[in-house]
Every structure is written in C-alpha cells, then in structure tokens.
C-alpha cells in the first residue's frame, strides 16, 4: 500500500531553537498533505494543509509564522517549528491521501515526538 | 466544538468476542467516514471506510456501519484479538468544493484492551 514517511520520529531541541520535520509520500505524488498535532491523551487536530506549490492553509489558531510549512515537491512536505518553546511539545503527524478505484485514502506518517526543553 | 465524538474513553472485550466502538458526529456536511488505529508514538493506520451513500461495509472482521439519521457510526470487530488491542480514533470529512478527503475531523478515541 502506500507509504508515507515521516523524519525524525522524534527530537528533542532546547526553547529558542528551530525544528524541521519531513514528510514523504514514498510510492506516490502528493499534492495535497496535512499537518496534525497530538497532544497527551487527546485526539489528533488539523494544523495545516500543504500545497504543493502554494501556500499553506492553516486552521483556525494555528500561528503560520510559527509553523512553517513548505511544500517545495510532489513527494515532500516540511514542518518548521521555529523558535520552540515547551508548549510546543506534542506528537505531529502528517497524512497524504491517494485516490484509487473511486476511493481517497488518507495515509498517516509515524509521527515525530518533539520535546523542547 | 467537538464535531466528531467518541464517548467510550475505553472499551474491554474477550478475546472471540465482539468489539463495538461508536463515534457520533454533529457535523450534517460529513460525507465520507473513516477509522484508524493507533499505537502510542505512531502514527494512526487506516482500518476502514465508509461513504454516506452506504450503510454499511465489511472488509474481513472489521464492519462499519452508518446511521445518517442518527449521524452515528460504529465498527464492529468479530472476533476480537488481543493484537486489536490499540486506540481506536473515528474521524470523518466533508468534501466540499471537490476538495480531498485528506482534512480529517477525529474523534477524540476509544482505548480497546482485547483480553486472551
């Protein structure tokens, strides 16, 4: 089936600095990906839609200056965490979704554990 | 605003025996409804779907059904193992404007503990 890789699966950075974290669609061209945060104990929240060529759309109370996103090719998408602070600490998740045989399918990446420290 | 809702924090079966999780949304634009798994520090893996067309769909011992007028779905799962044992998340998406499926609204997931 489709893979959707994600990288690092976790990261560990000091407040203040920056993190980059990849999502690749591996065995397909995405142009669309999303962006989902997970906190302890919670559901997953849409952060952000990736397009691919174009701006990011980012959900309600999402910081777009904080999160940079950058979606440069067909098969990668980037989150910038910039300037992190320990709130920041959570589970992202990104998804790619694939159409076939009349169906769209949302692929999910393994996630990264970022903790700011 | 809590769109997509799981009520059941956890849900404790033995093994053979059924799994029902529900998840009921508020949502009427909900077009297209899916279910994941989800181990602690991965990311979640798709189960099953279903479209609002349908009622119900079956893939091997995972069932979901659809109840549009009640905006309740639930996933059956017969039977049950211990490798089920897992976070189960509902979620669901409106495909508006022809855009993708892929902008998901979760519920808030069901913990399945599968007892041998």
């Known amino acids: 089936g489709a893979v959707v890789s994600q990288h690092p699966s976790w990261v560990i950075c000091k407040s203040g600095t920056s993190v980059k974290i990849e999502c690749r669609s591996l065995?397909?061209?995405?142009?669309?990906m999303f962006w989902y945060r997970q906190f302890p104990k919670q559901s997953l929240m849409l952060m952000a839609t990736?397009?691919?060529?174009?701006?990011?759309?980012?959900e309600q109370g999402v910081e777009k200056d904080k999160f940079l996103i950058n979606h440069a090719s067909l098969t990668l998408s980037t989150l910038t965490v910039t300037s992190a602070h320990p709130e920041d600490s959570s589970f992202y998740i990104c998804?790619?979704?694939?159409?076939?045989?009349?169906?769209?399918?949302?692929?999910f990446g393994q996630g990264t554990r970022l903790t700011v420290v | 605003d809590q769109q997509v809702k799981q009520n059941s924090p956890s849900l404790s079966v033995q093994e053979g025996r059924i799994s029902i999780l529900n998840c009921d949304y508020t949502?009427?634009?909900?077009?297209?409804f899916l279910w994941y798994k989800k181990y602690p520090a991965e990311g979640p893996t798709f189960l099953i779907s279903?479209?609002?067309?349908?009622d119900k769909n079956e893939d091997g011992r995972f069932t979901v059904f659809l109840n549009k007028s009640a905006k309740h779905l639930s996933l059956h799962i017969v039977p049950s193992q211990p490798g089920d044992s897992a976070v189960y998340f509902c979620?669901?998406?409106?495909?508006?404007?022809?855009?993708?499926?892929?902008?998901?609204?979760f519920g808030q997931g069901t913990i399945l503990t599968v007892h041998p």
């Open positions: 998804s790619a979704t694939i159409e076939f045989g009349g169906n769209t399918e949302a692929f």
């Open positions: 065995d397909f061209q995405a142009t669309t």
């Open positions: 990736s397009n691919e060529g174009s701006k990011a759309t980012y």
């Open positions: 949502n009427s634009m909900f077009d297209y």
């Open positions: 279903i479209s609002s067309i349908k």
């Open positions: 979620a669901a998406s409106d495909n508006a404007g022809g855009t993708s499926y892929g902008k998901l609204t």
